[in-house]
């Protein structure tokens, strides 16, 4: 049983925009720090945003000023705005959730294509 079920990604022209959620468990959302990578195929996972359980926030330098990230207590749910989204976002992006080091989640990933 996933723990982390994303959605929202697609295929988008520059300057577009996309929201990615990141559902998950009660648990999981009220212990973890959530975050969200990307992977483009022969790099390493890129940490692209992430918020503590305390409300801070940060920002690959690539992203800010574009992309937020929130957190929805009711829906126990993540979300990625992307907006002014480039070629170079595209990639495939997880949701991460880690309540200590020994505990940690990763979703199943969602592909965003960024059309020029």
């Known amino acids: 049983q996933a723990q982390l079920v994303e959605s929202g990604g697609g295929l988008v022209q520059a300057g577009g925009s996309l929201r990615l959620s990141c559902a998950t468990s009660r648990y999981i959302f009220a212990f973890s720090t959530m975050a969200w990578f990307r992977r483009v195929p022969g790099k390493q996972h890129e940490l692209v945003a992430n918020?503590?359980?305390?409300?801070?926030?940060n920002y690959a330098d690539s992203v800010k000023g574009r992309f937020t990230i929130s957190r929805d207590s009711v829906k126990n749910t993540v979300y990625l705005q992307m907006n002014t989204l480039k070629p170079e976002d595209t990639a495939v992006y997880y949701c991460?959730?880690?309540?200590?080091?020994?505990?940690?989640?990763w979703g199943q990933g969602t592909q965003v294509t960024v059309s020029s």
């Open positions: 918020t503590t359980l305390d409300g801070r926030t």
């Open positions: 991460y959730a880690q309540i200590s080091p020994r505990t940690e989640y």
